[in-house]
C-alpha cells in the first residue's frame, strides 16, 4: 500500500519559519521526483518545489524562490521543505507528491495534506 505522510504544518507568525515533512512507503522512492504542493481556499493548486529523481535538479514557483528548500532523505524515504520567511500568501494546505518528472502536471502519489497558516 502506497503511503504519503506529511507533518509539521502549523501556526506561524510573519517572517517565521516551518519545516515540512513527508514520510513514504509503498513505492520505490529513489524512482520518483518529489515534489510539494500547496492548495488555498478558493486559489487553483499550486506545485511549489520538485525535485528531481534524474539529475537531481530542483525548481520552485516563483513566488518561494530564495525562500523554500526542498530536499530529501532517501535512506527514509522522505522529503522535506524548508520555508522561511513565511508571509501571509503561503497560507493553505500543502501536500507533498511522488511524480514521474518534474513536469509532470499530476503526482502519481501524493497525501492528505498539513495545513500551514500563517498570521499578520
Known amino acids: 500500500e502506497v503511503q504519503l505522510v506529511e507533518s509539521g504544518g502549523g501556526l506561524v507568525q510573519t517572517g517565521g519559519s516551518l519545516t515540512l515533512s513527508c514520510a513514504t512507503s509503498?513505492?520505490?522512492?529513489?524512482?520518483?521526483?518529489m515534489g510539494w504542493y500547496r492548495q488555498a481556499p478558493e486559489k487553483p493548486r499550486e506545485g511549489v518545489a520538485c525535485?528531481?529523481?534524474?539529475?537531481?535538479?530542483?525548481y520552485y514557483h516563483d513566488s518561494v524562490k530564495g525562500r523554500f528548500n526542498i530536499s530529501v532523505d532517501s535512506a527514509k524515504s522522505t522529503v522535506y521543505l524548508q520555508m522561511n520567511s513565511l508571509k501571509p500568501e503561503d497560507t493553505a494546505v500543502y501536500f507533498c507528491?511522488?511524480?514521474?518528472?518534474?513536469?509532470?502536471?499530476?503526482?502519481?502519489?501524493r497525501g492528505q495534506g498539513t495545513q500551514v497558516t500563517v498570521s499578520s
Open positions: 507528491g511522488g511524480l514521474s518528472t518534474c513536469s509532470a502536471y499530476e503526482p502519481d502519489y
Open positions: 525535485l528531481s529523481s534524474r539529475d537531481g535538479n530542483t
Open positions: 509503498g513505492f520505490t522512492f529513489d524512482d520518483y521526483s
